[in-house]
T-cell receptor, first 113, second 114 residues
Framework: SAVISQKPSRDICQRGTSLTIQCQVD?????MFWYRQQPGQSLTLIAT?????????ESGFVIDKFPISRPNLTFSTLTVSNMSPEDSSIYLC??????????FGEGSRLTVL | QKEVEQNSGPLSVPEGAIASLNCTYS??????FFWYRQYSGKSPELIMS????GDKEDGRFTAQLNKASQYVSLLIRDSQPSDSATYLC??????????????FGKGTHLIIQP
């Protein structure tokens, strides 16, 4: 499976600021996804990062709050905008296989004060 | 609305015994099913995939699928303390054509007691 690197691995941010998380894959992949895992909870899909076009967001997530870029087949970014303490979560980048399996990066642990 | 139900646990199993983890799903169109293991503070890792009814074995792990009952399970034989983790079930609607974002269950927290 592909090697998926995320940066930063963790960060502490102030309320009202924005943070951009980067996801780098060591091979070209068609499907990339961003997930959120709130403390003690399971994974929730935020959006599908589409190469060369706007991301496809799941219900409850909007582009203004979570803008996503996907400039090529190996890289994507997720920005968490105008953060509040409720945004404190682990954000996970994942890539998909044609058979449906997803593989995850190590995650970015965000704490908003 | 896709729903995936798992008993959150904790499920406590003695070392060496069989751990049985269960998952039900609401979407009858689900074709593929995945089990992930997540250690505390780590990201999920794929441990089993199953695509057709019946059993699929891989080492100490056996996945069982019953599409008619909308039920999938994971059995861990000869449980080891290193199996202590949260196990996430994730059905997928489509059987081909590329990956889709998966919907995950809340996970079952498994504790293997030495």
């Amino acid at each position: 499976s592909a090697v998926i690197s995320q940066k930063p691995s963790r960060d502490i941010c102030q309320r009202g600021t924005s943070l951009t998380i980067q996801c780098q894959v060591d091979s070209q992949v068609t499907m990339m996804f961003w997930y959120r895992q709130q403390p003690g909870q399971s994974l929730t899909l935020i959006a599908t990062a589409n190469q060369g076009s706007e991301a496809t967001y799941e219900s409850g997530f909007v582009i203004d709050k979570f803008p996503i870029s996907r400039p090529n087949l190996t890289f994507s970014t997720l920005t968490v905008s105008n953060m509040s303490p409720e945004d404190s979560s682990i954000y996970l980048c994942s890539v998909g296989q044609r058979t449906g399996e997803l593989f995850f990066g190590e995650g970015s642990r965000l704490t908003v004060l | 609305q896709k729903e995936v139900e798992q008993n959150s646990g904790p499920l406590s199993v003695p070392e060496g015994a069989i751990a049985s983890l269960n998952c039900t799903y609401s979407d009858r169109g689900s074709q593929s099913f995945f089990w992930y293991r997540q250690y505390s503070g780590k990201s999920p890792e794929l441990i089993m995939s199953i695509y057709s009814n019946g059993d699929k074995e891989d080492g100490r792990f056996t996945a069982q699928l019953n599409k008619a009952s909308q039920y999938v399970s994971l059995l861990i034989r000869d449980s080891q303390p290193s199996d202590s983790a949260t196990y996430l079930c994730a059905p997928r609607l489509y059987s081909g054509g590329g990956a889709d974002g998966l919907t995950f269950g809340k996970g079952t927290h498994l504790i293997i007691q030495p």
